[in-house]
């Protein structure tokens, strides 16, 4: 188990394929009800996968050094469908939306061709929320059970349901 290998799943690989491909060619030459629906189900998966690796990379400043648990998968998926709610929703959720990525999209979007990163409000997007579970699996998958020594112990030294 090295930190991220999850990132090499196929669902995190298929959800960057498709925001590479949804970005830089369906977008541009096909936009439309396709490729706004294809960006929110990829990123419904990209994100929470992304964020738990930032943890786990983070995670290995702390003396314990420890891996990501399959209830991170679960707390960056309830993060991302929150975010992702509120944004398609709300006013106040487009709002912020607008005002995070509005420098990233001045900073980068120039460069490489994303200009305008902005959001459609739009709830029919909500259906995008049926990519949410995957991330969630891949957590059960990666990180559900840790690899146990010889001696039958846990790698991280402690049984199930003990705590450091």
Known sequence: MKRGDFLLSWPFLASLGVLLVN??????WY???LSGFASDAAGMVFFPLVLVAAA???AWLIPSRPYARAWWFFAATAFVVAGFILVKTTGWGEATYEAL???VDALLGTGLGLRGLGVVQDPADLLALLAAPLPIWVGWRWRGRLPRTPE?????????????
């Open 101 to 103: 990525v509005s420098p």
């Open 56 to 58: 786990e990379l983070l």
């Open 31 to 33: 936009p439309g009800l």
């Open 152 to 164: 039958g112990v846990p790698a991280d030294g402690l049984e199930p349901g003990a705590t450091r």
């Open 23 to 28: 970005d830089f060619v369906l977008k541009r």
